[in-house]
Nanobody
Framework: QVQLVESGGGLVQPGGSLRLSCAAS????????MGWFRQAPGKEREFVAA????????YYADSVKGRFTIFRDNAKNTVYLQMNSLKPEDTAVYYC??????????????WGQGTQVTVSS
């Protein structure tokens, strides 16, 4: 089992920045690809970004590429999502997940409880 706890969400103005954190505990953190997903009201959960456990490679949804950065600190068992140039359409509940990787939610076995990000003036 892997337990994931997100933090860092909040209210920010358009153009602002936030950094989300996801602290992992339980089974070896470094065995998993870590991903971030988000879900807005009335919409399906969508992939945001992921970082591979094998080589640290990263990949992003087109909608956030160039604005968001995912990185991990294996010594702290924590993965981060740095979000810059935020837009109102980034408003959603953001979830951290651990699994085998990819852009599909069903590839991830463990999920956090989510943290709300609201981008509004």
């Amino acid at each position: 089992q892997v337990q994931l706890v997100e933090s860092g969400g909040g209210l920010v103005q358009p153009g602002g920045s936030l950094r989300l954190s996801c602290a992992a505990s339980g089974r070896t953190f470094t065995r998993y690809t870590m991903g971030w997903f988000r879900q807005a009201p009335g919409k399906e959960r969508e992939f945001v970004a992921a970082i591979s456990f094998q080589n640290g490679g990263t990949y992003y949804a087109d909608s956030v590429k160039g604005r968001f950065t995912i990185f991990r600190d294996n010594a702290k068992n924590t993965v981060y999502l740095q979000m810059n140039s935020l837009k109102p359409e980034d408003t959603a509940v953001y979830y951290c997940a651990a699994g085998t990787g990819g852009r599909r939610h069903y590839n991830y076995d463990y999920w956090g409880q989510g943290t709300q990000v609201t981008v509004s003036s």
